[in-house]
């Protein structure tokens, strides 16, 4: 008698704890449901299913202007003090070799390459250089990145990679300078660099005037 009596006990612990747990999940789904303002009139509550990520950049132009109006800008440095010198130098060895060409930073690389490969221009079209010197038609001819100590982090190496292959098809130099360089070790570069363009340009010309020189002249 005993043994029933402790069975009975047992069984109406278990059955009293599972409806003391449903009626415990019922009223927090209720609670939940309140909160969301979720009714049978109002089934959908105040939930968006498809929620607008809050971050997502506006492309209307008047939303930009209402965005841009209430918000507030501070100025940025364009390069860095290290960054600055390597400009600084490379303005340095213009100056010196004489030369028109101009000193261009930050410079995005999907201005001033193209490919006839929509998939290679988008892997490229967002890259910056650092520095860019240019022609005085504006023809790029060198590409300058400063690498600093913490530089070679993650991806670095690969990204850098991208660049420049994609820098290299196109025919314009690149160089790299890290914290060991001085500033007129990027002088000394850039001269270089300046006397085999000029070479280049003076081979060139030579060569289209000797072709000039042999040219047939037309029966009269």
């Known amino acids: 008698m005993a043994d029933h009596y402790l069975f009975a006990l047992l069984f ?7 409806y003391l747990e449903r009626w415990r999940a019922l009223w927090a789904k209720r609670k939940w449901l309140a909160k969301q303002g979720i009714t049978k009139q109002n089934p ?3 939930l968006s299913w498809f929620p607008k990520p809050a971050n997502s950049p506006a492309t209307d132009p008047a939303e930009q202007l209402r965005i841009v109006t209430g918000a507030s800008f501070e100025k940025r440095r364009l390069l860095s003090k290290s960054e600055a010198r390597v400009l600084y130098a490379a303005e340095k060895a213009i100056g010196q070799a004489k030369l028109t060409w101009r000193v261009m930073a930050q410079v995005s690389l999907g201005e001033v390459l193209s490919s006839p490969d929509a998939s290679a221009y988008a892997a490229i079209n967002s890259k910056r250089v650092d520095i860019l010197i240019v022609s005085s038609s504006g023809i ?13 982090q993650g991806s670095a190496v690969t990204r850098d990679a ?3 292959e994609a820098l290299r ?3 314009v130099r690149y160089i790299e300078v890290t914290p060991e360089h001085n500033p007129d070790d990027l002088v ?4 270089r660099i300046a006397k ?6 003076t081979s060139a010309t030579s060569h289209e ?10 029966p009269t």
Do not use: F, W
Not at 140 to 152: L, N, V
């Open 188 to 191: 000394r570069e850039i001269l």
């Open 209 to 218: 005037q000797s072709v000039a020189c042999v040219t047939p002249t037309a």
């Open 162 to 164: 991208v660049k420049k």
């Open 44 to 46: 959908k509550g105040n």
């Open 169 to 171: 098809k196109a025919g």
């Open 196 to 201: 085999l363009e000029q070479e280049k340009t």
């Open 140 to 152: 790029p001819i060198t590409a300058i990145e400063y690498q600093g100590s913490g530089h070679y």
């Open 12 to 18: 109406g612990s278990l059955v009293t704890g599972i």
